[in-house]
């Protein structure tokens, strides 16, 4: 169990958009908004706005380690958020990183599934990131995902969603972060799965806000609970705060007006409206 850190710094580990609304830069906004000095090391360079991917390129990996081993060898990190990860030699690059250096805490946000349902990566790369399931601490796949971790169809109810996530936790031995925002009705509940089948699973309760500014929302939430974990030593009180920071924040995208698609959440609005802005 990693002590608290007044301002820790996490290092985002991701792919980027140019649009800010996503990937490594809305990891950096979630990050200082959640208490946190942000660092990011670029795993692929995608050109997208909020209306979708239009391509990818993937430097090579020497370059990602040379990132990587900059970034270790001169600043502590207490915390460390990983999102889109490309391919099996982005991850195993990753992997062995994460093994020389053992951080604190690490969050993976395992980007598996576009929102139009294709599959980002092959078959040779998903085996790659369960492989690296087992070397973090968290996990925070959406509805999509988490099936297949677990080897199934999509979870239709909360039950069922609960269910993969026992399975996917059990058999990792990692904390998983159920996600509730791809299922139907008005409430939006979340929930930290323990590896342990008989230890009790924390429930966050939340209700659907009605908007089109959802761009960015899983990178956001996990570079938000990889921040307060690292300040608060504490799973269940980051993620209940993060949730509450996120719904604020999805609440004042609208305000934004960036992009014709699904526009992106307003990550300090909580922040403007303290300070009168």
Not at 130 to 154: C, H, S, Y
């Amino acid at each position: 169990m990693s002590a608290p850190v007044q301002v820790p710094r996490v290092l985002s580990i991701a792919g980027t958009d140019p649009t800010g609304g996503a990937g490594i830069q809305a990891d950096l906004k979630s990050i200082a908004a959640n208490g946190g000095y942000g660092m990011a090391v670029v795993t692929a360079l995608v050109a997208q706005n909020t209306q979708g991917v239009r391509s990818v390129h993937v430097p090579p990996v020497a370059f990602l380690a040379e990132q990587l081993e900059a970034v270790s060898d001169d600043v502590a990190i207490d915390a460390v958020k990983i999102g889109m990860l490309a391919g099996s030699a982005v991850i195993e690059t990753v992997a062995a990183w994460l093994d020389r250096v053992r951080p604190p805490v690490v969050v993976l946000d395992p980007v598996m599934i576009a929102t139009s349902g294709d599959r980002l990566l092959d078959a040779e790369a998903e085996q790659a990131l369960r492989d690296l399931v087992p070397k973090v601490d968290l996990i925070t796949p959406n509805v999509p995902e988490l099936a297949v971790l677990a080897g199934r169809p999509p979870a239709h109810t909360w039950e069922a969603a609960l269910g993969q996530a026992r399975d996917v936790a059990e058999s990792t031995g990692v904390l998983v972060l159920a996600k509730g925002g791809h299922l139907d009705g008005e409430s939006v509940p979340d929930a930290l799965v323990p590896p342990d089948r008989d230890a009790p699973v924390a429930e966050f309760h939340g209700t659907r806000i009605h908007t089109t500014n959802t761009h960015g929302t899983g990178c956001s939430l996990s570079s938000a609970v990889a921040t307060r974990r690292a300040r608060l030593g504490s799973w269940e009180l980051a993620t209940a705060q993060s949730k509450d920071w996120l719904a604020e924040s999805i609440a004042g995208g609208a305000d934004l007006h960036v992009g014709r698609g699904a526009g992106p959440v307003s990550h300090f609005a909580g922040l403007w409206d303290r300070a009168g802005t």
